[in-house]
């Protein structure tokens, strides 16, 4: 397999973290009510089975610069997981609820594919540098993931995007739900096939008709849209894995709970393991619509990604797990 051309260190299907845009100032606190109800929270759940599993990569397809190695055995309680990311739909009943505002909204700008810019020449604020397929753009945000000029009307089914670590947090906070651990999305994108290359075994993606939602063609240009889409697909396309989880890898990137260091797997406990302490980047986990074998081979279990908590772009949402 070929790595990725142009893509970085910090790779996430080639999104830049904020700086690379403007000079960014301290964001704004925004305030809200998180008390949490129940039934604030209305995506579907599914429920993972206390094991261990060997958690990293099996498949020789890793990503040096993003430590899946070395391979080691991690248990687990069982837990309740959201069986697909958030939705649009959920996303709004949070804001409606509570007026919070996003990271992108408070900056004033989020980071679009160049391919679903819909905004008007001015809004364009230009390519990021290194990779000159993502442009900030003024105005994006989850409600208008392409730009000024686009909506989410009819996409209420479609996993939120533009949302930051910091959004993720909050909505959490709201719903008395939090994002998962690094080894608690990997657990449950398995499905419960263990050292397997994607959720549902080892066949490629593309294997006796489309599994995932990634890129087909040639990056960054042209997308033959094989499988149906150029951005993101409805959560509950293709189909689910063991554990009933709707594409935990392609479509969109995963905010998890961890902050990211490449070494940590060499420290990493058995039981139930939470990440470094600290850090400067967040993981993100699963892929999204833009990857490709040929660039960005992250839509596989084991692959890992990060950018900071407060960096947006188009291809990147998340899920939740109880508390």
């Not at 403007?22 to 129940?38: K, N, Q």
């Not at 899946?68 to 649009?88: C, F, G, K």
């Not at 709004?92 to 391919?115: I, K, M, P």
Request: some cysteine; charged content about 20%.
């Amino acid at each position: 397999m070929s790595t990725e051309a142009g893509c970085g260190d910090a790779c996430a299907c080639g999104a830049p973290d904020r700086s690379q845009f403007v000079e960014v100032g301290a964001r704004p606190l925004i305030a809200f009510d998180a008390a949490s109800e129940p039934t604030r929270h209305t995506v579907a759940q599914a429920l993972v089975p206390a094991g261990d599993f060997v958690m990293g990569d099996s498949s020789g397809d890793r990503i040096p610069a993003d430590g899946e190695v070395p391979q080691h055995r991690v248990t687990l309680s069982a837990y309740s997981i959201d069986a697909t990311s958030v939705t649009n739909a959920a996303f709004d009943n949070f804001v409606q609820a509570t007026g919070y505002r996003t990271d992108a909204e408070a900056f004033g700008y989020s980071a679009v594919f160049h391919l679903a810019v819909q905004a008007p020449a001015e809004d364009v604020m230009g390519p990021a540098s290194g990779t000159p397929w993502w442009f900030g753009v003024r105005g994006a945000d989850w409600r208008r993931p392409g730009g000024r000029d686009s909506s989410i009307d009819g996409l209420e089914d479609h996993p939120v995007v533009h949302v930051s670590w910091n959004d993720a947090v909050a909505y959490c906070a709201w719903a008395g739900r939090r994002l998962p651990t690094e080894a608690e999305w990997e657990y449950a994108s398995r499905g419960g096939i263990d050292q397997a290359k994607y959720p549902w075994g080892d066949d490629e993606v593309d294997a006796g008709g489309w599994r995932a939602n990634i890129w087909q063609g040639e990056f960054p240009r042209v997308n033959t849209q094989d499988d149906g889409f150029l951005t993101t697909a409805p959560v509950r396309s293709f189909q689910p894995n063991g554990y009933g989880l709707w594409q935990t890898v392609g479509n969109v990137w995963e905010w998890c709970q961890d902050w990211m260091d490449p070494a940590y797997y060499s420290r990493s406990p058995a039981m139930s393991p939470a990440g470094p302490e600290s850090g400067s980047v967040r993981v993100l986990r699963g892929g999204s619509y833009l990857c490709h074998v040929s660039y960005c081979n992250r839509y596989r279990n084991s692959a890992r990604s990060r950018n900071t908590p407060d960096s947006s772009m188009g291809n990147a949402g998340f899920r939740t797990v109880e508390v």
